[in-house]
């Protein structure tokens, strides 16, 4: 199958490595001549352009851009792809959109693959990276079932664990194991920072070790990543924010009551019900 990815950062390249390792051509697209030089020397893909006109042949396009560049990038492919192209993403919202991309192309399949590191850009692609991982596909009714197929079938090849859920649920069961531990992270930075007395600013900074570095990593990621999850899935994150915001308010409650048992309570609950989520 010839298979184009438009954006060859740490997803968009990491699909190419193992794609093309499962015999596909790869026709790779970067805003940048050197990333696509470095594309082919690193085997992420067959050929690579700066040109979107170089996917005119392709079988199956999977755009790896930011959110926001999604539905753009499929406007601009239209004039090039024969009718019967797929075209799916890797954005981690979903509703918005395929609400978008659906009317600009009949054969778009909303995609997710969960898997992911803290670097970025083609030398952080890496084989195996979607190994075990979620692959979330989230068609619509209008979605030609075999596109879905064909999807779910490389999904698969990667070692996935394929999931098929509407957008709408992908988007707020996201929400709570991805969207809200950024904000939650973000917050939990931002109220140490307000620590006003330098001395223990300081100190805590010097403490801090796994149990911090565990908590606060989301919270040190792409900016750009965040204000997207908010952007886009506004709905959805403000619903779990809210129930964070009573969860909390709970907790300090009990606190500040000196309700000893019924945090002890909540304690276990947590510590019981958390192994569900690893």
């Known amino acids: 199958m010839k298979i184009g990815i438009i954006g060859l950062g740490l997803i968009g390249g990491s699909l190419g490595l193992d794609l093309r390792n499962c015999g596909h051509t790869i026709y790779g697209v970067s805003r940048k001549e050197s990333t696509c030089q470095r594309a082919v020397e690193r085997g ?71 898997a992911g590191t803290a670097e970025q850009g083609i030398e952080a692609a890496q084989k195996n990276l979607f190994k075990n991982a979620p692959y979330v596909i989230t068609p619509t009714e209008a979605t030609p079932k075999n596109s ?29 194991i991805s969207h809200l531990p950024v904000m939650i992270s973000v917050s939990l930075i931002a109220a140490c920072l307000g620590e006003k007395d330098k001395t223990i600013l300081n100190l805590a900074q010097q403490f801090a070790s796994s149990g911090f570095r565990d908590t606060s990593r989301v919270g040190g990621g792409n900016p750009e990543l965040g204000v997207m999850m908010a952007q886009y899935n506004k709905t959805a994150l403000l619903h779990a ?38």
């Open 148 to 176: 879905i197929i064909i999807l779910e079938d490389l999904a698969k090849s990667l070692g996935s664990n394929v999931y098929t859920c509407s957008p709408e649920i992908h988007d707020q069961a996201v929400a709570w």
């Open 44 to 114: 992420v893909a067959d050929y690579a352009s700066i040109n979107i006109n170089s996917l005119a042949t392709v079988d199956i396009v999977f755009i790896c851009t930011p959110i926001g560049l999604i539905s753009q990038t499929v406007q601009q492919l239209t004039s090039y792809l024969k009718p019967e192209v797929i075209i799916t993403d890797v954005g981690s919202v979903k509703t918005p959109i395929i609400e978008e991309c659906k009317r600009l192309w009949n054969n778009f399949v909303g995609g997710h693959p969960m």
């Open 241 to 278: 924010l809210e129930g964070y915001r009573q969860q909390l308010d709970e907790i300090t409650d009990h606190i500040n009551k000196e309700q000893w048992d019924s945090l002890e309570k909540l304690l276990r609950m947590t510590q019981k019900e958390r192994s569900p989520f690893m």
